[in-house]
């Protein structure tokens, strides 16, 4: 399992419409990162900058190859194309970052 982060930025004003299309992702997105072996995916924003991260099984390379020849994302990035400035790396992929540093902790349970 590999964990992921990536970033890329949005077009001024477009956050509430990205927000829109999120809260309706399609089925077959869904399905697809699923299927691709992505999950405890998040998306935060500040601004108009966006940070995801995902934990990738078995990893990132594996998974992305799924996502990469499915109709449905690029029927996904069609869809969200006026919403955003992607940042892509030489190769024209999406920008990712390793992790350097992670505290799991534990959960700390407060009396009532």
């Known amino acids: 399992m590999e964990r992921v982060f990536f970033m890329f930025e949005l077009h001024p004003g477009a956050l509430e ?3 829109r ?3 309706a992702i399609w089925p077959e997105m869904s399905r697809l990162l699923d299927e691709a072996g992505l999950f405890d995916y998040s998306i935060f924003s500040r601004g108009t900058m ?3 991260c995902f934990k990738a099984e078995p990893d ?3 998974a992305s190859a799924v996502i990469r020849a499915s109709d449905v994302q690029k029927r996904w990035e069609a869809y969200m194309v006026d919403l955003i400035a992607w940042q892509l790396d ?3 992929q999406l920008q990712t970052g390793g992790e350097v540093f992670r505290h799991e902790g534990r ?4 009396p009532a």
């Open 17 to 19: 419409e990205y927000q």
């Open 21 to 23: 299309r999120h809260d």
């Open 50 to 52: 966006l940070y995801g």
């Open 60 to 62: 990132w390379a594996t």
């Open 90 to 92: 030489e190769n024209n």
């Open 107 to 110: 959960l700390r349970i407060v």
